[in-house]
Each structure stands twice: as structure tokens, then as C-alpha cells.
T-cell receptor, first 110, second 117 residues
């Protein structure tokens, strides 16, 4: 069974800092990997999707990388802003099911 | 991008009553929708996979008679929490899979906070 882990569980950084969130998964047989953002009491907003054949995807200040063979993905956030404060989740799509990580709670301090 | 609408956003009910939550895909047809439950500060727990025109597939430990799922059309899935009790209080979220064969992207509703008194 696929297991997805996110490290760190919580992160607090000053505004303007660049940061990296980590996602690891146990089975490299994935279809794609998706990063989401969740604000308190809200649903999930899709940030980036990386197909299994891709190495990275970029959207604005966000860059996600995928190393399928080692079972790792990172989400890089450049020049962090207080509005980036949220919980970030990664989800692995095996084709049959989606497996979610435990999330990283990010706080960007003004 | 694709939009998934979930209603209601929050509901408060008395113990013993039933609550229905709707999940609609607004601009695409979703043959598969997923229902999740989320406890505070925890990740999403998949409850069931809703398949249009057929019975839902429930995850182990989820009572199918307690959480009734209906996916009668390609744009609507409903979750009914029957005879709700305080322990059913939770945040429920639905998602739909983009049917594009090259995308396979998940889109989420805004969630429903259920409080059972």
C-alpha cells in the first residue's frame, strides 16, 4: 500500500524567505503527483500537478519537482508572503486511488 | 479551471437526524467522485469512491448504511449521514477527477463542516 509522508509537519518562516516542503512516497509506481493548499475550514486548492514522466512544474513563485525513482517530491516557494500561510498537502495518484500526505502547516511571519 | 461545488458549507443538526451533503462538478462530467473526512489538524481520510450509475466503494471501517452515497448523474454525488451522532461531527470534503485521460487531476469542493449536537 502506498504511504505518503510530508516533512516538516509545521514550518514558520519570516516573510521573504525561500522555503522547501518535502513529500515522500513508498511506491514509485505512480501516475502523477499533485500539490494542494488548504486554508483553515476550507477545501483544497490545486497548486501544481506533475505527471510521472515529468521532473518539475512551475507556477509563479511555486516550483514542484519529482524524483519518482527515489519516491520524493519537493515544493519550492520563493519569496514567501504572509498570504502563503496555509497547510500544504501532496497527493500521489496511483491510477486507482489518490493517497494524501499528512500535510505541512506553513506560517509566514510578516 | 474545473470547479466543484459542495453544499452546504456548514450544518448544525440534532442527534438522530440525517444530513445530506451535495457535491457537483460544474463544468465537467465526473464519472468518479471521492468523499473524504478530515479531523482537525489531520490529513484527509478517504471514506468512499462514488461511481456514477453504480454502487459506491467504501473504505474499510466506513459504515455504508451510515454514510449513504448516491451518484445518480455525471455531475452530482450526494453523501447522507444517517441518524447523525456527535461522533460524526467532522469536516467532509468531496472531490472529482478530471476525466481528461492525460490530466487525471483532482478538484475539491469547499468542504462541509458538520456539527451534531
Amino acid at each position: 500500500k502506498q504511504e505518503v509522508t510530508q516533512i516538516p509537519a509545521a514550518l514558520s518562516v519570516p516573510e521573504g524567505e525561500n522555503l522547501v516542503l518535502n513529500c515522500s512516497f513508498t511506491d514509485s509506481a505512480i501516475y502523477n503527483l499533485q500539490w494542494f493548499r488548504q486554508d483553515p475550514g476550507k477545501g483544497l486548492t490545486s497548486l501544481l500537478l506533475i505527471q510521472s514522466s515529468q521532473r518539475e512544474q512551475t507556477s509563479g513563485r511555486l516550483n514542484a519537482s519529482l524524483d519518482k525513482s527515489s519516491g520524493r517530491s519537493t515544493l519550492y516557494i520563493a519569496a514567501s508572503q504572509p498570504g502563503d500561510s496555509a497547510t500544504y498537502l501532496c497527493a500521489v495518484n496511483t491510477g486507482n486511488q489518490f493517497y494524501f500526505g499528512t500535510g505541512t502547516s506553513l506560517t509566514v511571519i510578516p | 479551471g474545473a470547479v466543484v461545488s459542495q453544499h452546504p458549507s456548514w450544518v448544525i443538526c440534532k442527534s438522530g437526524t440525517s444530513v445530506k451533503i451535495e457535491c457537483r462538478s460544474l463544468d465537467f462530467q465526473a464519472t468518479t467522485m471521492f468523499w473524504y473526512r478530515q479531523f482537525p489538524k489531520q490529513s484527509l481520510m478517504l471514506m468512499a469512491t462514488s461511481n456514477e450509475g453504480s454502487k459506491a466503494t467504501y473504505e474499510q471501517g466506513v459504515e455504508k448504511d451510515k454514510f449513504l452515497i448516491n451518484h445518480a448523474s455525471l455531475t452530482l454525488s450526494t453523501l447522507t449521514v444517517t441518524s447523525a451522532h456527535p461522533e460524526d461531527s467532522s469536516f467532509y470534503i468531496c472531490s472529482a477527477r478530471d476525466p481528461s485521460p492525460t490530466n487525471e487531476k483532482l478538484f475539491f469542493g469547499s468542504g462541509t463542516q458538520l456539527s451534531v449536537l
